[in-house]
């Protein structure tokens, strides 16, 4: 690499970002079809940036899963030990992406920049956004101030703590709800709102590449007209058998509001806590955290449903 150039790795996983509209039924189009290499063609790398492409993964990310995470793990840590190495970009799917920006801050916390980046039209749309979402990643990711997990749409920066699909269609479909944006990106232009800050590993990135399966943890959602009658057949050890699933190691109870629980759900995850269960509980709505306050039944998390469920199982698999 010549002196005073950045060496920015752009890792894929698939997406809509690579989906392609041809070949599919009429107003459809396939996630995940177009190489990463070829999702470059074209686009503005920032000057003094060299680009090195590898293809992890190429999903739709409603099927992200375990293999994909751990192959998506070692690839950004072989890059990142590597001195010359910036940052990276990953291309992904905007359904997971989330859930995939939290696992790896939770688990590299690095200080250099790894900028999700994704798209809500397919490549071939005669107005694809890609292009210009990954243009504005690659400029993110070369920012001497980018550190740690980041995700970039429609000129947007924002956080691996709080980012979160809002809306199923917008081009502009993420947001980060009361903590904010992190900055934005205007005509290439990197404009920070507020400073990365990276927090320690919350778990061992050894002990998730080892595993073969994460411990099961589900989701059960408090509502209106509510029954416990799912969750004592969902932690039953013996339903779970007749499935040939793993028992269930822990729930996430999505409460009303500020964490409130439907009396037949609450009286069921009482059940479940005696049997062994470890249970958190967080908000179903889309912003307002809930705060951990001592002396709780079921613990609160300050995390969106999928993302207090990845907090969980990693602390179960260091159990
Ligand atoms: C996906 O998540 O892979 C498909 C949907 C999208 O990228 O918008």
């Known amino acids: 690499m010549q002196a005073g150039t950045q060496k920015i790795v752009v890792l894929g996983t698939g ?12 107003g459809r189009y396939r996630a995940a079809q177009k190489p990463v290499d070829e999702l470059l063609a074209g686009v503005v790398v920032p000057p003094g940036v060299t680009v090195q492409v590898e293809q992890v993964a190429q999903i739709d990310s409603k099927d992200m899963d375990l293999a994909v995470w751990q192959a998506l793990l070692k690839a950004c840590r072989v890059h990142l030990a590597q001195a010359d190495v910036q940052g990276l ?13 939290w696992l790896l801050q939770a688990l590299l916390a690095p200080r250099q920049s790894v900028v999700l980046t994704c798209a809500m039209r ?14 504005d990643a690659l400029a993110v990711a070369a920012d001497p101030k980018a550190q740690g997990v980041l995700a970039v749409c429609a000129g947007r920066i924002l956080g691996a703590q709080s980012v979160q699909k809002l809306h199923s269609s917008r081009l502009d479909a993420f947001g980060s709800g009361e903590a904010g944006d992190m900055g934005r990106v205007r005509q290439g232009q990197v404009q920070w709102l507020r400073a990365c800050v990276v927090p320690a590993p919350l778990a061992s990135v050894e002990a998730v590449l080892a595993a073969s399966a994460l ?22 050890p013996d339903t779970a058998a007749r499935h040939g699933v793993a028992p269930v190691r ?5 409460g009303t509001g500020g964490g409130t629980l439907h009396h037949e759900i609450e009286a069921a995850a009482r059940r479940a806590q005696a049997a062994g269960v470890r249970i958190v509980r967080t908000t179903r709505c889309a912003d307002g955290w809930l705060q951990p306050r001592a002396g709780d039944e079921f613990p609160a998390l300050p995390l969106s449903p999928v993302k207090a469920r990845l907090a969980l199982m990693l602390d179960l698999l260091g159990r």
């Open 250 to 254: 822990g729930l996430v109870l999505a």
């Open 89 to 101: 970009v990953i291309t992904h799917g905007t359904d997971t992406l989330e859930e995939t920006a």
């Open 122 to 135: 397919p490549a071939d749309a005669p107005d694809a956004d890609g292009p210009r979402n990954l243009a």
């Open 15 to 26: 997406g809509t970002i690579a989906g392609l509209a041809q070949g599919a039924a009429p």
């Open 215 to 236: 411990p099961r943890v589900e989701i059960v959602l408090s509502h209106a007209a509510a029954s416990g009658a799912h969750l004592d057949a969902l932690v039953d």
